[in-house]
């Protein structure tokens, strides 16, 4: 079974622009999440989709958005760049969503913004 | 509310010697754990989970936690580690109504040859 993909990989960003990241969850998943990690702050969530519903929603400004299709695939929005946004995002997949269920990570796009 | 705090940021070892991994937690709520492990330009690989029962749980790789409720903790343990160990490695906490997952700073084991 093919693990989570993400795309792009890589990305080059000049601030005040705006970008689009993709997630692809394992195939049956129909929970995604999605974690900014930087050197700073550590690995901070997000936000959490299922059945195309953000169901919570972690302490980023509305310039970070979401939203998951029918087939579960996930993207995320950051409009108007700014230098700090530079981070790792990962985005993640469990089956269900509950406590305790396994989240299966991807390799997350690096993120750079100029 | 949930709080992680991992007590090293850098751990390093010699190759084959015994290494430990020490994670608190702050919950008012009963709580699972996690221990993840990220290599470089990688994502985070789950290496175990306490949901409940037995406190010592058993992981991939030949790593160990054990749970304390009574001193909020979970540390990681391996008792001889290997090159291929060298990763930052990352303790997790969910509880309550909370399905996310709260992480620590990350510690970053480094084995020596």
């Known amino acids: 079974k093919a693990g989570v993909t993400q795309t792009p990989r890589y990305l080059i960003k000049t601030r005040g622009q705006q970008v689009t990241l993709s997630c692809s969850p394992i195939?049956?998943?129909?929970?995604v999440s999605w974690y900014q990690q930087t050197p700073g702050q550590g690995l901070q969530f997000l936000f959490e989709y299922f059945s195309e519903t953000q169901r919570n929603k972690g302490n980023f400004p509305g310039r970070f958005s979401g939203r998951q299709f029918s087939n579960s695939r996930s993207e995320m929005n950051v409009s108007t760049l700014e230098l700090g946004d530079s981070a790792l995002y990962l985005c993640?997949?469990?089956?269900?969503?509950?406590?305790?269920?396994?989240?299966?990570f991807g390799p997350g796009t690096r993120l750079l913004v100029l | 509310a949930q709080s992680v705090t991992q007590l090293d940021s850098q751990v390093p070892v010699f190759e084959e010697a015994p290494v430990e991994l020490r994670c608190n937690y702050s919950s008012s709520v009963s709580v699972y754990l996690f221990w993840y492990v990220q290599y470089p330009n990688q994502g985070l690989q789950l290496l175990l989970k306490?949901?409940?029962?037995?406190?010592l749980v058993k992981g991939i790789n030949g790593f160990e936690a054990e749970f304390n409720k009574s001193q909020t903790s979970f540390h990681l343990r391996k008792p001889s580690v290997h090159i291929s160990d060298t990763a930052e490695y990352f303790c997790a906490v969910t509880g309550g109504s909370n399905y996310k997952l709260t992480f620590g700073k990350g510690t970053l084991l480094t084995v020596n040859p």
């Open positions: 993640a997949s469990s089956s269900v969503r509950g406590l305790g269920e396994t989240q299966y």
């Open positions: 306490y949901l409940s029962g037995s406190t």
């Open positions: 195939s049956g998943h129909r929970s």
